[in-house]
């Protein structure tokens, strides 16, 4: 056993070592202004941009990894125009900025990704796209959101100032998938203090907002936003049922033993999908806020005929009522690309887009 004051001893040093070792992290020289729009537009309400999310896809495994590429995916320049070609009408980039900033306040953005950022959303925006910029897998969060929250509040106030005057068509959408210790009314405080700052620079720029819970439709009546705030859209995400959509996904637990499971399209099976979006279309009509299904697919575990009807019967339900949605995603696990044999994978894209040429 160590006695007590030696151990003291040690705290100290400890603390004095990663004191120093404070003293060599890199700061970053201040953020570069990006592109601004040429003509400021006037604002754009948030139905009338969620009908500008009619189709997305999800741009995934590339700028939410710790490092783009570290996925398998690095996001390609052209990707946009063959998005825009088959009919998309938006994309939503997933984007780990945590992983892009200072760990220490003032919590700066890496320059070099900004520049990253910037590069891609002024590939897909002049493509007539619209785009959702979010924050995904701040996994720290989820475990401390107190010890967290400056951070997270000091990215988008960065994230929010250099997009200030980026067109309409660029919208924020502050956290993927609020989870653990984000817990609704956690959540909830955490909008309370981050939208303002967002508005500061920002006033009528559109705001994607999903409920706590992993944006599961359930936590909806749990979800507070300013009622005088008319440019948020509001979204869920839906992979029901869970077993049939991530089967053998690696990263969840027991999801081998689901392995097989078809999606047939019964009435019970459609009933199920219909039932939750009445709940959600329930809410939306009570709550007068715009729906954007953010994230629906079904891994390629799956076979694809089970994969292409699900995901065409959740599509078509959504539209049903009145929601715009956005497929996870376009070129990896769940893809409806294949980034190698550069093609649409047709089932996929044909359940989405039937019209698709
Ligand atoms: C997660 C991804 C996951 C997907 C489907 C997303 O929100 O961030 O890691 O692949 O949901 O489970």
């Known amino acids: 056993m160590v006695p007590l004051p030696r151990l003291r001893w040690l705290l100290v040093v400890l603390v004095a070592l990663s004191a120093c070792s404070n003293l060599g992290t890199p700061t970053f020289a201040p953020t570069p202004t990006s592109t601004p729009s040429p003509t400021p537009e006037p604002p754009i309400d948030a139905f009338t941009m969620n009908q500008r999310l009619a189709r997305t896809v999800n741009i995934s495994n590339a700028l939410e990894a710790p490092n783009e590429g570290e996925w ?48 891609v959303v002024n590939q897909a925006l002049p493509q007539g796209l619209a785009v959702i910029v979010n924050m995904h897998h701040y996994e720290e969060m989820a475990l401390d959101p107190k010890g967290h929250q400056a951070r997270f509040i000091a990215i988008w106030q960065q994230i929010a100032e250099h997009y200030k005057s980026y067109p309409n068509a660029l919208l924020f959408e502050p956290m993927n998938e609020p989870n653990g210790a984000v817990v609704a009314s956690v959540w909830n405080k955490l909008l309370e203090a981050t939208l303002p700052v967002i508005r500061l620079t920002n006033p009528t720029r559109n705001i994607v907002i999903g409920p706590a819970d992993w944006n599961d439709l359930r936590g909806l009546d749990e979800l507070v936003l300013p009622a005088d705030d008319q440019h948020i859209i509001v979204t869920f995400h839906y992979y029901q049922p869970y077993q049939f959509t991530h089967q053998a996904a690696e990263w969840v637990q027991g999801s081998a033993s689901w392995l097989g499971m078809e999606w047939k399209g019964s009435s019970p099976e459609k009933q199920y999908v219909q039932y939750d979006f009445k709940i959600v279309a329930q809410w939306a009509k009570e709550n007068q806020r715009p729906i954007f299904l953010g ?63």
């Open 295 to 357: 994230e629906f697919g079904a891994y390629s575990k799956a076979d694809m005929d089970s994969r292409a009807r699900w995901t065409a019967f959740v599509a078509r339900e959504a539209e049903k009522q009145g929601f715009r949605w956005g497929y996870w995603e376009f070129c990896s696990g769940f893809g409806v690309y294949d980034p190698i044999n550069n093609k649409w994978i047709q089932p996929l894209l044909k359940a989405l887009i039937p019209d698709s040429t």
């Open 72 to 119: 398998g995916v690095t996001i390609k320049d052209e990707y946009f125009q063959i998005i825009y070609d088959a009919g998309f009408t938006a994309v939503r980039l997933p984007v780990r900025w945590s992983a892009h900033a200072l760990k220490q306040a003032p919590y700066t953005i890496n320059p070099a990704f900004f520049q990253r950022m910037d590069h």
